[in-house]
């Protein structure tokens, strides 16, 4: 969307872009109506659901796909080397994902492990300065980590699909201004072309509100699957929409997390109605 606004593809009177620090703040404004929207995890939005903020997802940005990792400290070899070492994570049920993942990979428990709950801001410098011996998290730190000397010891491409970013806006806000959410996805929609068009040119564009080089640009658009205009009627469209196993693992993940309480209903979550039609685009 900031390369779609970049290019001057996104109209600023119809679409204002407001760029928050953390997801924890995103959820907090739209709590308080501040925003009409947000990118979120998907464990994200079924959190801002049960704490009664309603949402639909109305495009599905991408799918996990080496983007998120668990590293570690020079030495350790292997996923058994987790064995009574600090683990740093978000407190999502991604974090909670990755983590029992890998530890079911290494035939550890949790008990295993000394587990350390860190905010996304607080990754890079909780690993750098000693505070945790592995880390559960994501670009731009999994880059900047793995080129200081981290070591890569799991990532999402151990169980792909099962972590997707999407677009999550406020019935009110698509009731009130359909034309501009149309606006927006299309706008989406259109950058992802210039990317396959021109990866040169999108690459020097996105790098610095990615934080890294240019020449790592690509790379790190290769760790996440991304769903074309046609994946993403089938995602948010079908019947039942094919994220719906997905969203029912999440939720009893959260809820075994105790991140959750009551499940949250999710019969109108997907809304597919806001996708550019045939031959719009």
Excluded: W
């Amino acid at each position: 969307m900031y390369l779609a606004r970049d290019l001057g593809m996104l109209d600023a009177t119809k679409v204002r872009l407001i760029e928050l620090l953390s997801a924890t703040d995103c959820l907090s404004a739209l709590a308080a109506g501040t925003i009409d929207g947000a990118g979120l995890t998907l464990d994200e939005t079924l959190f801002a659901l049960s704490e009664g903020v309603d949402l639909h997802v109305v495009l599905v940005f991408n799918f996990s796909f080496g983007a998120d990792m668990l590293v570690g400290r020079v030495g350790m070899q292997s996923l058994a080397d987790l064995a009574d070492k600090r683990v740093g994570l978000e407190s999502t049920a991604v974090g909670a994902l990755m983590l029992a993942a890998a530890l079911e990979r290494a035939g550890l428990t949790s008990a295993d492990i000394d587990r350390v709950a860190l905010p996304h801001d607080r990754h890079h410098q909780a690993f750098v300065s000693g505070e945790v011996d592995a880390i559960v998290t994501f670009d731009p730190v999994a880059t900047q980590l793995l080129d200081s000397g981290a070591i890569r010891l799991f990532d999402s491409r151990d169980i792909p699909d099962r972590i997707v970013d999407v677009l999550a806006v406020t019935p009110s806000a698509l009731n009130d201004n359909p034309l501009a959410m149309r606006h927006l996805i299309g706008a989406y929609f259109d950058a992802l072309d210039h990317i396959q068009r021109q990866p040169l040119d999108a690459a020097y564009r996105m790098a610095p509100r990615m934080g890294i080089p240019v020449s790592q640009v690509a790379y790190a658009q290769g760790r996440l699957r991304v769903p074309d205009l046609r994946e993403n009627r089938r995602l948010l469209g079908g019947t039942p929409p094919m994220r719906a196993s997905t969203t029912e693992r999440l939720i009893s993940l959260m809820q075994a997390e105790q991140l959750i309480g009551e499940a949250p209903a999710i019969g109108q979550l997907f809304d597919p109605r806001f996708l550019p039609e045939d031959g719009q685009r």
